[in-house]
């Protein structure tokens, strides 16, 4: 990055001559005289001189020899003795030698080229003065040339690795300068006073076509078009990248002056012809303003390598695309492992005693939140001891393995199944009843002892002994989790104690406890369906796994079904802050709730019916209608079982 002062500040800045500051201030005089440009133009004999050539030069095609500045001014106009004037200051501004003495050239050849192109433009659309087109097209570029002379190595390495990336100059300019050559020109042609059309084109004179499109109309709209096309051509004329300046200027001039190719072409060849009519008169040289056919092979062949070039690099994209992308799965697969070690059991798979525990703690956390039951199993093989002396260990080991399968397939996906310790194992029942537990544990227990195992061709007896546990944990209900882990653990020793291969339960619900929470259930509206013989347990069971609920607070729900107000809420939130007591507890204590409401509360919490008949008609199990009405009915009649008086707060 450069700093921009360092050129404003430079004692190299181009300046304008006394006479082309002379010229510019009379041309803005609405009362001009040609006797004052005449004088204007005397002080100066080089310019005079310049300008007496210019008009006998073939690039006019005057009739007569002229031979005085007094019958030239009149003969060419004000306006285009100021513009050449002008020029001809930036042409000795241009002429340097030394280390950047090619971009120099390279810059006053690709102006005049653009001034060239401006000026045919304004002529073949008459939408304007040729001149002035001519001049803002010379001075497009003005910028770089203040670049070139301020801060030249800055400015010559930037047009050097624009050339060899095949990209525009003044994108390089604004990433490794911090500035373009637009910015700079502009300002110069301020400080010039130059008039605003003109510094206009210059600042839009690279922008999108879309934006060139959206100006609108009006004769500084048709010099900034004229200049974006003339900058284009001087870029395929005399520039580098001559292929992607000739697909710019195909869109450019097909999108702003509606030529196709063949008039395009027919274009490059009226310009080319005035550039050489003007070479001696601007002092080109003709070698860096090739012919258009030529350029137009050139130009191919740059399209082409560079289509080439982009296939490739496209190519290489994709390969290290599938790289990275077999690199990703082989971490995951690398992750799936250690994540596997780390919570999974390595003989039977299952999850591990850490991983059971970890999850307890979170489901217990959930349940508090939701007032709802967790349930817990406890497995134990018999007599394995004894299978593993008579049998010997790889036979244990096949043992421990296959009941691990067994129980697997008898639990529902939410449920969790780990490997305790040796031959013990657990299973985290998510949300169930008393009875659905005792059935859960019995179903585990059958699944086992269906299961045949044989050493040597004889078969050999394995069962398991089974011990349940339920609680429905509070708020702050520390020591919990060790609390259900022992219930079942005593449970299932029971259940050896009584003679094997049997189920033993134990509940840690209150009597409150179990009759909300049976009272809940009773009112969920798949019980409701079953009831009523709509669908058995199984086929309901499958929409169930199916229906995602949004489970939301129970103060929320109360306010939805309009229970509680959002004061009440507040007073019942207070309540339980102050007890540690559960939200359904609290608004029961202070007479906002009665047992029945928080029930339908806690069964809509715990199960949506909307979205239940929702997945129901997703699964082609009911239309709409019936859906609808189902619904509807059940609503009706929860409402009437839920409708006893609300008791008064104390």
Known sequence: MIDPQRIWSSSHLPSLPTVAVRLLEISKQPDLEIRDVVEAIRT???????????????????????????????????????????????????????????????????????????????????????????????????????????????????????????????????????????????????????????????????????????????????????TAVAADVGEYFCGKSKGPALTRLREAANGLFGMDHAELMRFLEQVKARVDEGADLFSIDLDLVGDPADLMATANEQLAQLAMREHAASAQARARQEAAEREKAVLEDKARVLERQACRDSLTQLYNRQFFNESLDKELGRCARNAAPVGMIFLDIDRFKQLNDTHGHPFGDQVLVRVAEALGTALRKSDILARYGGEEFVVLVVE???????????????????????????????????????????????????????????????????????????????????????????????????????????????????????????????????????AQVDDVLAEQARSGARFGEAGIALGLLCEERLARL???????????????????MLDEGEAHALLDAYSAEIEILTSAPQPQPA
């Open 44 to 226: 100066d004999p080089a310019i005079s001189a310049k300008i007496l050539k210019a008009t006998n030069s073939s690039y006019f095609g005057l009739a007569s020899q002229v031979t005085s500045i007094e019958r030239a001014v009149p003969l060419l106009g004000t306006t285009m003795v100021t513009s050449l004037a002008l020029s001809f200051s930036v042409v000795q501004n241009a002429v340097t030698g030394g280390p950047v003495a090619a971009h120099y050239r390279d810059y006053w050849a690709q102006s005049v080229v653009q001034a060239t192109v401006a000026e045919l433009l304004c002529k073949q659309k008459n939408s304007g003065v040729p001149c002035e087109y001519f001049l803002a097209g010379l001075l497009l570029d003005l910028g770089r040339l203040a670049m070139l002379k301020t801060v030249p190595r800055d400015a010559a390495a930037v047009l050097e690795a624009a050339a060899a990336a095949g990209r525009p100059a003044h994108e390089l300019e604004l990433e490794q300068l911090g500035v373009d050559h637009m910015q700079i020109g502009v300002k110069l042609m301020e400080t010039w006073n130059l008039p605003a059309a003109i510094s206009n084109s210059v600042r839009l004179h690279h922008a999108p076509l879309d934006e060139l499109r959206n100006l609108g109309a009006g004769a500084d709209v048709a010099l900034v078009h004229a």
């Open 432 to 566: 169930p009843t008393e009875k659905g537990l005792e059935k859960v544990a019995e179903r585990l227990r059958a699944q086992v002892e269906a299961e045949t195992f044989e050493d040597g061709g004889r078969r050999v007896p394995v069962t398991i002994s089974v011990g349940a546990a339920i609680a429905v944990p509070r708020r702050r209900d520390e020591g919990l989790a060790e609390r259900l882990i022992a219930a079942a653990d005593e449970a299932m020793y029971a259940s050896k104690r009584n003679g094997r291969n049997q189920v033993n339960s134990h509940s840690l619900l209150n009597d409150s406890e179990r009759r909300l929470l049976q009272l809940t259930n009773s009112l969920k509206f798949s019980r409701w369906l079953v009831n009523r013989r709509v669908f058995d347990v199984p086929t309901l069971s499958k929409a169930l796994h199916a229906t995602e609920t949004r489970r939301m607070c129970v103060g929320e729900l109360a306010q939805r079904q309009q229970m509680l107000s959002m």
């Open 602 to 620: 806690l069964a809509v919490q715990q199960e949506d019916p909307t979205s239940l008949g929702r997945t129901l008609v997703q699964l082609g």
